[in-house]
């Protein structure tokens, strides 16, 4: 058996462990590149701990660190609020609201499931109040992380980025955002439509009370009945609380910090790790007491998730893997039959395991695809980007997960769980096929 079977039998077990127990998938894949690097490739240790993007990882802290501090200082409260109270009451805009503000917050770089997280039970505590369709309002917040998840300052965007830099093919940043940001909001006017939109147009009610229901004692967004909910061995358990606003100090010095990031990271093409970390401690050294624990807020889990499959998928590139599979779709005949296929591979596997941990791996498949030049980069890169995140929506994820868990009253656990899980199906099941006829098919 050639290395590049071992490597791709080992990637296999790494998902399908990682989807089983709850294992965080990033240290399963430093077991995977440890042994597959030293006893299948005669790598040393120091050559598989080089795969790590040392970049990636500041990037990843430096984000939701940041992140940590705007949810502790209320001023994602503050957003969501005034949010609120610029729709004038309109019931019918409330559900655009939670999706607009999910994006936003997943593309100043929010990791998805954080924002679900925090957004979530605000969302569905809306639909019970207002009677709003619950899977419209779940499935809005879960499109609208995924719509910001790939600004080129999010995780998602900045993994992928990273991956088409180290591939040879970098200027996807624009193309890829817009192209999720696009579908997503797609899904959403769909589902806005079928799910009693319209209804929902004529009613009103006060915005001040609207804007009060933040506050409305949204505890723990990710506890059902004490215990914690988690999804795809990510391990991912965080408690947000909601609190009541007010234009503070720390409001204002926040948003100027997100909007300082971008500017610095986008037009002065600064480091977005070292940019965002910096913007942190300064405002952790403006209010020490109050963020002295915003640290153990780092998404770790996501830290270790995504050190341990960049590590893993250079180990997978060293074995030839991507090469061996990417020319295998390649030699199908038709190179969109062959994109076709691994946006299907994407989709399917990421609604039951990690997206975070299947962009860094699936992305190195497409470029012998690219080479031919039946298809360009930028097109491949969205339509497999779109393909393995679109999918969240199933219960089987951390973002579907957190919808079912902060349920309304007002439907059953297992109803609810039977809209998910059906959504969840066709959206598998036609998406990357959408995906693929929009993007790759036209051959952009």
């Not at 030293?38 to 990037?59: C, K, N, P, Q, R």
């Not at 955002?177 to 806005?192: D, E, G, K, Q």
């Not at 505890?219 to 009945?225: A, E, K, M, N, Q």
């Not at 656990?413 to 006829?437: D, F, N, S």
Request: net charge negative; proline share 4%.
């Amino acid at each position: 058996m050639g290395p590049e079977w071992i490597a791709i039998i080992a990637l296999v077990a790494l998902f399908v462990v990682g989807t089983v127990l709850p294992i965080n998938m990033g240290a399963l894949a430093y077991v995977a590149a440890w042994f597959v690097g030293v006893f299948a490739l005669g790598m040393d240790d120091g050559e598989v701990l080089g795969g790590i993007s040392a970049s990636l990882v500041l990037t990843l802290i430096g984000v939701t660190y940041l992140f940590s501090i705007a949810k502790n200082n209320g001023t994602v409260d503050l957003i969501v609020a005034q949010s609120i109270k610029m729709v004038g009451g309109r019931v019918a805009l409330i559900p655009w609201v939670m999706f607009a503000v999910t994006a936003v917050l997943t593309a100043i770089g929010a990791a998805s499931p954080a924002a679900c997280a925090i957004i979530g039970p605000v969302a569905l505590g809306f639909a019970r109040r207002y009677k709003i369709n619950p899977l419209m309002m779940g499935m809005f917040v879960v499109h609208g992380a995924q719509g910001g998840g790939f600004s080129p300052i999010s995780i998602y965007g900045t993994i992928t980025n990273s991956v088409m830099a180290d591939v040879g093919y970098e200027g996807t940043e624009m193309a890829v955002f817009i192209a999720s940001l696009a579908f997503n909001l797609v899904m959403a006017v769909i589902l806005f439509f079928a799910l009693g939109g319209r209804r929902l147009m004529n009613e009103r009610v006060d915005p001040a009370d609207a804007a009060g229901h933040t506050a409305d004692g949204v505890v723990d967004g990710l506890h059902t009945g004490g215990q914690p909910v988690t999804g795809n061995g990510l391990g991912t358990s965080v408690a947000t609380v909601t609190r009541g606003v007010g234009v503070r100090r720390d409001h204002v010095l926040t948003l100027f910090a997100f909007a300082a990031v971008a500017v610095t990271a986008l037009a002065f093409e600064m480091d977005i790790g070292f940019v965002s970390i910096t913007a942190a401690v300064a405002l952790a050294m403006l209010s020490p007491r109050q963020n002295k624990d915003a640290v153990k807020q780092i998404a770790w889990p996501t830290v270790l998730l995504v050190a341990g499959v960049s590590t893993y998928a250079t180990v997978f590139t060293e074995a030839g893997s991507p090469e061996y599979i990417g020319l295998w779709a390649a030699g199908l005949g038709i190179v969109t039959i062959g994109a076709l296929v691994l946006c299907y591979v994407g989709g399917i596997v990421s609604a039951f395991a990690s997206s975070t941990a299947l962009l860094p791996v699936i992305i190195p498949i497409a470029v012998p695809l690219i080479a031919t030049g039946g298809v360009s980069a930028w097109s491949m890169a969205a339509a497999l980007a779109v393909s393995s995140t679109i999918v969240d929506v199933s219960p089987f994820s951390t973002n579907g997960a957190l919808m079912l868990a902060n349920r309304p009253d007002t439907i059953s656990e297992q109803a609810y769980y039977k809209q998910i899980l059906g959504y969840a199906a066709i959206v598998t099941l036609v998406g990357p096929l959408l995906v693929w006829a929009i993007l790759v098919l036209p051959g952009w």
